[in-house]
């Protein structure tokens, strides 16, 4: 049976009605919802995941189809299947991902592809320039992948990317780009704080205040 079929009778079997509308209503009602719990979303489909890791081939058409579904729960599929074939993909791959990006945006979403641009990004440096031009893009979800496109990376976080992808954003009324400069300073004090607390100094008179809030939690 088609992949999508055969999920998306998974999730018809098991949605909750109830918590459907909870799960909406978090989202401020932008989506429809199944109502699964991520535990359980996630045991629906392990086996379909499991057996495209062994194929080693990346099904953009049934991820299309996952994310042209109306549910959320299908564009969760989308990402936990990204995630999943994560190592399968390259350079090339990104304009395919682009258009998940414009598209049903949230943060839920976005968050999520930060993650695996960055994780190309760690293996081919091409991302790096790509990452600049979309750190002044005028679709803010993108400028938000562009800034924490390198959480978690440590020690092998290129800092003057960094600043130059920051700087660019600064002065910005957006609450999810203000959040997003905290969030990407909080997460890199912990492997250089002293690096944090200068750009901060440097740059105090052009953050907002939620972004020297989050940046300074752990310094």
Known sequence: MEKYIEIKERFEAHQDPENAVKMAKYMKNLFLFYGI???ERKKLYKDILKEEKKNKTVDWKFLDQCYEDDHREFQYVTLDYLTAMQKFLTYDDIPKIWKYIKEKQWWDTIDFFDRIIGEIGLGDSRVDALMLAWSVDEDFWVRRIAIDHQLLRKERTNTELLEQILVNNLGSHEFFIN??????????SKTDPEWVRTFISKYRDRMD?????EGSKYI
């Open 37 to 39: 719990a991520a535990p």
């Open 179 to 188: 959040k997003a400069i905290g969030w990407s300073l909080r997460d890199y």
């Open 209 to 213: 205040k939620l972004s020297i809030r």
